[in-house]
């Protein structure tokens, strides 16, 4: 007799691109709302999702958020991913109180309106798109998950990385090194930012810096082997 068992489709940000959780008023004002074409197309243009290590995905929510512009310039796309029903449970009520905060307060579009911020999951990602084509202009992990990095793991790693000869490279080619100090943990990055197969801690190392502007070598460092999988520069602004 063939097996008749069927396996649960795995949540996944198309899936959830198909059906948003919410528009913000304020875009649907300005018939801003994606439809299921501009959503299909966005929702190829993005990266797959992969669960923390030892994690695995119950629901992702998607919210299309407010720019706080009139008219928009660019559209921020929201996506929640939780890990189990209690916190899917959470995160519906605290959808659910947002979107009452801001219907409350929407009275007239000169006055300002609450947006989506502040609503975090055990992975919590943002994404700007410009209009009107909804390109991806950045798309990052951001909250807990971002910044909660084991302190022993994160000696461990830095250590490693500190006796590498292409840290030290790096580290002897920055003009005043001395005031710039040292490798900087800067939290958890998922395999589309390294491009890399799993999960790796990055670092940077201040390579300039005025006080409010500078810029930064990130070391993606895989912690399994460990060992370092990428490298890029990216800016630095305080504020």
């Known amino acids: 007799m063939p097996d008749t068992t069927t396996v649960p489709d795995l949540p996944s940000i198309r899936a959830a691109l198909a059906t948003p959780d919410h528009v913000h008023v304020r875009l649907a ?4 709302a994606p439809d299921e074409q501009r959503r299909a197309t ?11 290590p030892g994690t695995a995905y119950h629901r992702i929510f998607t919210i299309f958020d407010w720019d706080h512009r009139l008219p928009s310039k ?5 996506v929640l991913c939780t890990q189990d029903a209690e916190e899917t449970r ?11 905060a801001i219907d409350t307060d929407n009275l007239y579009p000169e006055f300002d309106v609450p947006d989506f911020d502040g609503i975090d999951a055990s992975e919590t990602y943002v994404g700007i798109l410009s209009l009107p084509d909804l390109a991806v202009e950045e798309f990052r992990l951001t909250g ?10 994160g000696r461990k790693l830095g250590r490693f990385l500190e006796g590498t000869e292409r840290f030290r490279a790096v580290e002897r ?23 890399h197969d799993r999960w790796t801690l990055e670092f940077w190392l201040l390579t300039e810096f005025d006080g409010q502007t500078g810029r930064a070598h990130v070391f993606c460092v895989d912690p399994d082997e460990p060992a370092i999988v990428a490298e890029r520069a990216v800016r630095v602004q305080v504020g």
Do not use: C, T
């Open 90 to 100: 959470r995160v519906e009520g605290a959808l659910a109180d947002r979107i009452a």
């Open 144 to 153: 807990r998950r971002r910044v909660n990095v084991d302190e022993a793991l």
């Open 173 to 195: 080619a920055r003009a005043h090194r001395r005031q710039l100090g040292g490798a900087m943990v800067a939290g958890w990055a998922p395999p589309f930012a390294s491009e």
């Open 29 to 32: 004002d300005q018939a801003l």
């Open 74 to 78: 660019f559209l921020l796309l929201r």
């Open 42 to 52: 966005l929702a190829s243009a993005l990266p797959d999702l992969v669960p923390f």
